[in-house]
């Protein structure tokens, strides 16, 4: 597992291991981002989660595109997670200082990479390695072999939610105000939409924030990054 140094501390990068995939934000432990790779779990969750967030007929951003003739035209599904909310952007939703942010991309390199990450860390006295996680995901597994993997990624945190460190559960609820499905739980701090079955992209918070304003957070800079990634795929 390699180590990215951000002023001084170290901040462990992507590996996989055992079907679970480890994005350790501080070397205290002080925030840990799980994504979930194994296919049984995807093909035998069952069950019904909670609805949130705003579920609409009507078109919302990311909706219906068509994903795959895009990243076709260009070549690949990944963009870097770094550019899709510009520094400042991402200071003005979090209502602080841009030269407060330290900024670290965390991509996972290779031919066959499956993700890019970037951190976003601010100082806060209560919470090591306090910030968010920006990702751009797309499927890990042999396509030809799991083609539906990232719409059961997303069917899979609402129907069984994911299980935390200390074993426990964490439920999701649906969060379909972006691309054609998503799921979101406050108490995990992440957010998952997917565009068609190619791309996941997810925000994790590692805050003190209460659930109304992780929420707006979530949204501001959902909007942004959805609306960047088909700009940059699509241009």
Not at 181 to 188: F, K, T
Not at 201 to 221: G, K, V, Y
Request: a negative charge; hydrophobic letters at 35%.
């Amino acid at each position: 597992m390699g180590i990215v140094s951000v002023n001084g501390r170290g901040y462990r990068l992507p590996t996989f291991q055992e079907g679970v995939e480890t994005v350790t934000f501080d070397p205290m432990k002080g925030f840990t981002y799980f994504v979930l790779v194994g296919i049984l779990c995807l093909t035998s969750c069952s069950g019904g989660g909670s609805s949130a967030g705003k579920s609409s007929s009507t078109s919302r951003i990311g909706q219906g595109e068509d994903i795959i003739a895009m990243t076709n035209a260009k070549g690949r599904i990944l963009t870097s997670a770094c550019d899709l909310v510009p520094e400042a952007t991402v200071a003005s939703i979090l209502g602080i200082q841009q030269g407060a942010l330290e900024l670290s991309d965390a991509s996972a390199t290779g031919a066959n990479a499956s993700h890019s990450s970037c951190f976003f860390m601010y100082d806060n006295a209560d919470i090591r390695g306090n910030g968010i996680l920006l990702q751009v995901m797309k499927n890990p597994l042999d396509v030809a072999e799991y083609p539906d993997y990232v719409e059961g990624y997303i069917e899979s945190k609402i129907s069984a939610g994911e299980k935390t460190v200390e074993g426990d559960t964490q439920p999701f609820r649906e969060f379909n105000e972006f691309g054609d499905s998503g799921a979101y739980s406050y108490g995990a701090g992440k957010y998952f939409w997917q565009m068609g079955n190619t791309v996941i992209l997810s925000i994790a918070f590692n805050t003190s924030h209460s659930e109304q304003d992780q929420l707006r957070i979530a949204r501001s800079l959902a909007t942004e990054m959805t609306q960047n990634y088909l700009n940059i795929m699509g241009g």
